[in-house]
Structure formats: structure tokens, C-alpha cells
């Protein structure tokens, strides 16, 4: 009887635990599910300044800069697709 009830208390205190971080995850998830401004034409305007910078890099020689200014404007360009793409689905409903 001694071994089955620290036992049973462990286990009372780790479900307690995980519902407690259970209720945490359920109260934080309305805050972060508020919505997030991003200025899509700011962004756009980013990509085309690398661009023309990665062109003029390679114009003058500087072809790793280049690519690094590339592959800057790529990343950019495929979050502004990924927020287009969500602002799309985002009035889907299943």
C-alpha cells in the first residue's frame, strides 16, 4: 500500500501538470491569434531595390554579393506568396 500511493500521487501530479499547461496553451492561443498588419507593397518594393542591387553588383563583378542579394529578395518574395496565399484561404471555411 506504501508503494501505490506516492504511485497515485505521481501520477495525480503529472496529469495535474499537464492539464495545467493544457489550460495555459488554450488561454495564450486568443492573444496570439490576433491579427498581424504586413505592408505587402513595402515588401514588394524591398524585393525590386535587391534586385536592381543584385544587378548592379553583377554588372560591376561582385557575383557573390549578387546572389546573396538574390537570394535575399527570393526570400522575401516567398513570404509575400505565403501571405497572399493565406489572405486568400483565410475566408475558406472546410
Known amino acids: 500500500m506504501r508503494r501505490r500511493i506516492p504511485a497515485l500521487v505521481l501520477t495525480a501530479v503529472l496529469a495535474g501538470g499537464g492539464l ?3 489550460a495555459q496553451v488554450a488561454a ?3 492573444a496570439a491569434a490576433g491579427s498581424i498588419t504586413v505592408n505587402i507593397n513595402q515588401l514588394r518594393q524591398q524585393v525590386s531595390d535587391l534586385r536592381q542591387k543584385a544587378a548592379t553588383l553583377d554588372h560591376y563583378g561582385a557575383h557573390a554579393e549578387a546572389a546573396k542579394a538574390r537570394a ?3 526570400a522575401i518574395q516567398r513570404r509575400i ?3 497572399e496565399k ?3 484561404e483565410s475566408g475558406r471555411r472546410f
Do not use: G, M, W
Request: glycine share 0%; no cysteine.
Open 28 to 30: 495564450a492561443q486568443p
Open 20 to 22: 495545467a499547461t493544457v
Open 81 to 83: 506568396d505565403q501571405l
Open 72 to 74: 535575399e529578395a527570393n
Open 86 to 88: 493565406a489572405e486568400r
